[in-house]
């Protein structure tokens, strides 16, 4: 049977966007999920940064582990896979010295919240980051760091998530933040996509 799957960012929304994102069969937001609201409410995965920083502020707190879409989703979905992480540790020790908590593995973590909370927990595998890696290298002259959390689990959803039947939407996706993803070669590879007919925008 063919579903309806949204993949929520925490950009801006159209006021019937909403309404939309929560009639979908599978919403998935991003980490401390800012989208409920104008995004809509409904949550059945939430996407996690699972090294760094981001990751040590949400499994460390309280206030991330009682929130109401984290509570309500089904599913705790890891983006970055250990083993790639690990070994971008090395490289960025000498080209990015400052990010020395970058690669730190919180994973563990949340594996056991979610066994503890009674959630599904997935990690998205590596190869869909290496694969993302090899595409952003065609659209972008300079360097980065890792392409963001948002174009990991699109290129997971359309390769291994979905099905050839079901419609995969993107909503707040403004493709801007963090400097050290590669946003502009981003929006033209989700632009692909698009061409391409995997995914469209609400």
């Known amino acids: 049977m063919a579903r309806s799957i949204v993949i929520v960012g925490n950009g801006s929304f159209a006021d019937a966007d909403a309404l939309v994102i929560d009639s979908c069969d599978l919403v998935i937001r991003f980490n401390d999920c800012r989208s ?60 990015h010295p400052s990010l020395d908590d970058f690669c730190d593995d919180y994973t563990g973590e949340f594996a056991d919240f979610a066994l503890n909370n009674g959630k599904n927990f997935t990690v998205i595998p590596r190869r869909f980051h290496d694969h993302t890696d090899l595409e952003l290298r065609t659209l972008t002259p300079g360097s980065y760091i890792v392409p963001s959390s948002g174009l990991i689990t699109i290129a997971y959803v359309v390769g291994e998530v979905a099905g050839p039947d079901d419609t995969v939407l993107l909503s707040g996706f403004s493709h801007r933040g963090w400097n050290g993803h590669p946003f502009d070669a981003e929006r033209k590879l989700v632009e692909r996509l698009i061409d391409q007919g995997h995914v469209r925008r609400l």
């Open 36 to 95: 409920v609201g104008d995004g809509g409410k409904r949550t059945d995965v939430v996407a996690v940064c699972n090294t760094g920083r981001p990751a040590a502020a949400m499994i460390g707190q309280p206030a991330w582990r009682n929130n109401s879409a984290v509570k309500n989703a089904g599913t705790i979905l890891c983006v970055r896979e250990g083993t790639k992480f690990a070994e971008l540790k090395q490289q960025l020790a000498i080209q």
